[in-house]
């Protein structure tokens, strides 16, 4: 087997030289296997929504949010009862300090941590042609493009804030809500006469969602690397331990969950193999995306127009930095090496802001406190724009 394209340039041909030891290739086998879970999707979360379809409207929802904030209670149905007794089985593995040390790291990254969530998680995974038809069957691409990128923004920080995993708390009512959100797309495109299941497999499937969970964790990290952004080994290794355990509670099999570094680079690898096939859909979010990003940076006059410009230009030069020129291309992300350049400057002073940091007593807590407050007031300043709607009801409503 040849390797992915996405493996073969750019960041990731970076990442191999840099990050991996050995081969992480998967042979033949481990390929098969990963497809088997094409085919697989949530029961317990369909469950709940296939029960919430049969109560009268909005109470269904009601029950599932008072089990979010007081646990379920006695008597509740068994829908309901089954799903949140294994969820709050937290697994052994669970580290409650790691999950706070990984919260911590990802937060000192402030504002700057949010251009690699659009500019390459997100991004990248349009490359995942089959993930993409569910985002396209729930309506239109261009429309939805903003209010995607904001409620991806705040769920991030939702559930990466220090703490916010905790039972009742915001992170983990967030992490539950968008699996419900995906059972429910699921059960809508599941309800569609032409989608092809020979094409594009389940509806959001286990492989998809442990591909969603890679891009916002072990991309994330590479992401902001590249950026100038530095971790610990120990530091990459907490951060992955809580995207570990959001995995868990959004669904993800545990055998798609990474144990650490080198695992999952050998997951991403085998997605990269067999899921990052680009099409014209891929086209279409990418283009979408990279509007979003203009009307973000949009002000008024002529002023207004410069820094629209400028705004598409740093964000798809982030985008082409990790997707690399063939991706890049395919998806019709400007090429502005200009622009390019001014962002590998930028990341030579944060690497060099970062390793004072390192050495300066009180410098990281600081940093961790300037980047909450940052990246919260870059996401209040997203919602006056777009308005989305952070319950995910209207999408439960939509699907």
Sequence with gaps: MD????????GFRLASRLFIDGDIRGDERQVARLREFAQVEDQRADDVVAWMARQPKGQGRE????????????????????????????????DPARLTKGAKAITRAGLL???????????????????????????????????RLVETATWWIDVTTPGALRKG??????????RLVHAHVRAAMNRRDDWDYAAWDRPVNQVQTAGTLLLFSLVYVFGTQLLGIRYSARERADILHLWRYIGWLMGVDDELLPTGEEDAWRLLWLLAATEFIPDDDSKRLAKALIHTNGAIGEGKGAVGKVLSHVSVAVHSSISRLVLGKTNA????????????????????MNFAAETLRRVIPGATLLQERLGE????????????????????AQHMRAA
Excluded: C, H
Aim: proline share 7%.
């Design 3 to 10: 390797d992915p394209e996405l493996f073969r340039q750019g």
């Design 63 to 94: 029950l599932f949010e008072r089990a979010l904030k007081e646990g379920v209670q006695p008597g509740a149905p068994k829908e309901l009862d089954a799903f949140f007794r294994e969820v709050e089985a937290t697994p052994y593995w669970v």
């Design 113 to 147: 941590g949010l251009f690699p969530l659009g500019d390459m998680s997100l991004m990248g995974g349009y490359l995942a042609s089959r993930a993409t038809k569910s985002l396209v069957g729930t309506g239109e691409i261009e429309n939805q493009a903003p209010r």
């Design 169 to 178: 708390e915001k992170g983990y009512a967030s992490a539950l809500r968008i």
């Design 329 to 348: 291309d395919f998806l019709g992300i400007p090429n502005d090496p200009v622009a390019q350049a001014v962002v590998v400057t930028a990341a030579g």
């Design 373 to 392: 407050a940052g990246r919260r007031g870059y996401v209040k300043r997203l919602e006056k724009l777009f308005a989305p709607d952070t319950t995910y």
